[in-house]
Nanobody, 123 residues
Framework: QVKLVESGGGLVQSGGSLRLSCAASGRRNDLYEVGWFRRPPGKEREEVAR????????EYTHSVKGRFTISKDDVEDTVYLQMDRLKPEDTAIYYC????????????????WGRGTHVTVSA
């Protein structure tokens, strides 16, 4: 099972930027896809973006399109979330999670999770 560790959160003014990092260790050869999720205060967790590990294809939720960019560094085994033009509604705990190959062409759901990093955007 892969281990994921998030970092880079903090306090930022509205309109500012942050870059979150998700460092992967362990069975990285089994990675299929890595995603960023967030849980705003008092709300349910939602998906923000995801990236394919081998192909690099990306997907974003509508509310962050044009503002957030997910990317990966294959040398450092790290996934990034560049967040620009931040808004107060982006305030949340941000998590990264991974889908992994089980056997053959079967893949897991997002079952490996990091501990999260806090992002607070002030008005």
């Amino acid at each position: 099972q892969v281990k994921l560790v998030e970092s880079g959160g903090g306090l930022v003014q509205s309109g500012g930027s942050l870059r979150l990092s998700c460092a992967a260790s362990g069975r990285r050869n089994d990675l299929y896809e890595v995603g960023w999720f967030r849980r705003p205060p008092g709300k349910e967790r939602e998906e923000v973006a995801r990236i394919g590990w081998s192909g690099g294809n990306t997907e974003y939720t509508h509310s962050v399109k044009g503002r957030f960019t997910i990317s990966k560094d294959d040398v450092e085994d790290t996934v990034y979330l560049q967040m620009d033009r931040l808004k107060p509604e982006d305030t949340a705990i941000y998590y990264c999670a991974a889908r992994e190959y089980l056997w053959g062409s079967y893949v897991s759901s997002f079952g490996s999770w990091g501990r999260g990093t806090h992002v607070t955007v002030s008005a």
